[in-house]
């Protein structure tokens, strides 16, 4: 009996993770491994959110919820949006999701038909591609350079959307995995091309809160009719594993996209978005608590490899990853990784399992407490300078 091809086709085979379940391995092994591969914050869901989410429950919550979402939670999202970016946003523009990547499935669903093609810069986030597959719909990668701190060129975005008669385009600022925060001028480029073109735009905007330099800008900001954006609290609020996301779009879109979720997730449970209204009205100031270990990890790190004359750092603009151009030593990120891994207990992604643009980088979360991180930069250094004697 045969599956269907699009659930073949969500990935190639490999999933980029293997460094990963290695590092795991090893660690299973007794061998003491720093991990710097894992996206999630080294602290727990606040016990204020969880008093929240347990008090909600306890009340009886725990029934089918809204599957749109609450309305006063979808009322909170609204409103902070529209605080953030200054467009007119009402509730009626939200549809509240388990986590952002059902949010990124479901916008992508409302935007494609079967073999459509979807495109998306490249480095990206691993789950892209298959999420796009997933629709029946082709994706088709374009390239950011590292000579250009990975800000997409919106000439690459014409040319290959004309091509491919592409039907929409997934950016992602601040970026996973290259810290890149769209210029105001990248994202003017990219809305004027997708105006041209006639894109629909998927904005995953789930690092928002993380800014170390620049401004964050919404491509919402420039269109608001074509733009479908994909929100979390998983990384402004460390709360991964409560699944609460949403997919803030023209109305119309969330009506349709709260037929796709009725028929698939049927919505969040109640008492998840209990705590993320407790979580909302904590306000900004926790929000900034949630990202400042990310700041103060990533001035560490550039303290340290400032000293490295073979590591070319891309110094983050937003979110929880650094990259650094390895290219000098002759290997690729993957090879790099596995001698690091082996030599050193150190587990760091390679560049390539977030495509080809980022071959002979790799990616560092800055997840880890700063004593171990700041040993595992210093070991990285030392095993460049091994590497280039
Ligand atoms: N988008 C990006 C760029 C991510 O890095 C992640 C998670 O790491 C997600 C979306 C999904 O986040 P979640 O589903 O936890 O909201």
């Known amino acids: 009996m045969q599956l269907s091809q699009p659930v073949q086709n969500i990935t190639d085979g490999s999933d980029g993770w ?14 003491d491994v ?16 969880l008093e929240a989410m347990y008090q909600s429950a306890l009340a009886g919550n725990t029934g089918y919820a809204m599957v749109p979402g609450q309305v006063d939670l979808r009322k909170t999202v609204a409103d902070r949006i529209q605080a953030r970016t200054g467009v007119p946003t009402e509730p009626e523009n939200i549809l509240i999701t388990p986590g952002g990547q059902s949010a990124l499935f479901a916008a992508h669903f409302a935007t494609l038909n079967a073999n459509d093609t979807a495109l998306y810069i490249d480095p990206y986030y691993a789950t892209y591609p298959g999420t796009i597959r997933m629709t029946g719909a082709r ?3 374009i390239a950011a350079r590292s000579e250009d701190g990975f800000q997409p060129d919106a000439r690459d975005i014409d040319r290959i959307a004309l091509e491919t008669s592409a039907k929409t385009l997934l950016i992602n600022s601040p970026n996973n995995p290259t810290g890149a ?41 420039l269109d608001a009719e074509r733009t479908l954006v994909v929100g979390s609290m998983s990384k402004s609020h460390a709360m991964t594993g409560s699944r609460l996301g949403w997919v803030c779009a023209p109305a119309h879109v969330i009506s349709h996209l709260i037929d796709v979720a009725t028929h698939t ?28 270990p990310f700041r103060r990890r990533m001035n560490l790190a550039l303290g340290i490899l400032e000293r490295s004359t073979q590591i070319r750092v891309l110094p983050p603009h937003g979110g929880m990853y650094l990259m650094l151009d390895i290219r000098a ?6 090879e790099f990784a596995l001698g690091l891994l082996e030599t050193h207990g150190i587990a760091v992604m390679p560049g390539e399992s977030f495509g080809a643009a980022a ?6 979360a800055m997840t880890v407490n700063d004593q171990d991180f700041t040993k595992a930069l210093e070991q990285i250094c030392a095993y460049v300078d091994h590497l280039c004697a």
């Not at 990963?20 to 660690?27: C, I, N, T, V």
């Not at 769209?182 to 998927?202: F, G």
């Open 18 to 31: 293997e460094l990963l379940y290695k590092a795991r391995d090893m660690k299973a092994a007794g061998r």
């Open 34 to 49: 720093i991990e710097l591969n894992i996206g999630e914050h080294d602290i727990h869901t606040d016990p204020l959110i």
């Open 139 to 141: 994706d088709h990668a």
């Open 181 to 221: 925060v769209y210029s105001e001028q990248t994202m003017t480029n990219v809305v004027t091309t997708c105006q041209t073109r006639d894109l629909w735009i998927i904005s995953d905007e789930v690092y928002d809160t993380q800014i170390w330099s620049g401004t964050h800008m919404s491509p919402r900001q």
């Open 265 to 292: 997730t049927y919505g969040v449970p109640g008492f998840i978005q209990d705590a993320a209204l407790a979580a909302f009205s904590q306000g900004p100031e926790f929000e900034e608590q949630i990202a400042q």
């Open 329 to 334: 030593t002759g290997k690729s990120g993957e």
């Open 359 to 364: 071959a002979g980088h790799i990616r560092i």
